[in-house]
């Protein structure tokens, strides 16, 4: 009859303290001390995105990058750089040419950073100086403190009085090219932000070239 008593009396108090930790765990969670663990699956890149970037980048071939390609610069477009030195364009290419990412000040933030941080990763590579970002539309006040913040860790360049004169600038489209020494423009490249690894690719591609 003792050993019957103990019993329920074990499970009696065994109920209470889970009882008593439920009570506890509820009430931290109302207070803000503990939160329930919650499990996010990342999102997948769905097939119908990838489609409708697909045919976008077809439907503007033509139209815009096509147009782009094989245009004689003008070296005289005057720069500017991060620290207030004043360049032409035709000083600032070299003997072997650039690989140019051109964006505007009113172009997707988002995409720019998707492909500045691709960029990066050819940062430490002996290519780095193969690279250079051109920018408009800032003031230079503007562009040394935006410059400053950013800190992309290459050569920036803002264009003062013109623009380079290629039929991209202005869309809204942030894109890169290949700038021969010859000031002649190849291989353009519009960078997709949902799609990186192709950015990546390009870029790696325009570099062993070198």
């Not at 040419?97 to 050819?122: M, P, Q, T, W, Y």
Request: proline content about 3%; charged content about 25%; overall charge positive.
């Amino acid at each position: 009859m003792i050993k019957l008593i103990e019993s329920s009396t074990n499970k009696l108090l065994a109920g209470l303290i889970i009882l008593l930790t439920i009570v506890s765990v509820i009430s931290m969670m109302r207070k803000g001390k503990a939160a329930p663990m919650v499990y996010v699956k990342p999102k997948k890149q769905k097939q119908s995105d990838y489609v409708n970037i697909k045919a976008s980048f077809y439907e503007n071939y033509v139209s815009l990058i096509l147009r782009c390609e094989n245009i004689k610069l003008n070296g005289n477009v005057p720069l500017i750089d991060t620290v207030g030195n004043k360049f032409r364009l035709k000083e600032i290419i070299g003997e072997k040419g650039r690989l140019v990412f051109r964006f505007s000040f009113a172009d997707c933030d988002l995409c720019i950073r998707s492909c500045i941080n691709s960029i990066k990763e050819f940062v430490n590579d002996s290519l780095v100086n193969n690279i250079l970002i051109i920018t408009d539309s800032f003031t230079e006040r503007d562009f040394k403190l935006k410059m400053a913040a950013e800190n992309y860790g290459l050569k920036v360049y803002t264009l003062s009085d013109e623009l380079l004169g290629l039929f991209l600038e202005g869309k809204n489209l942030p894109f890169l090219f290949y700038l021969d020494e010859d000031l002649i423009t190849h291989k353009v490249f519009l960078p997709f932000k949902e799609y990186p690894e192709n950015t990546r690719e390009y870029i790696q591609y325009i570099l062993s070239e070198k």
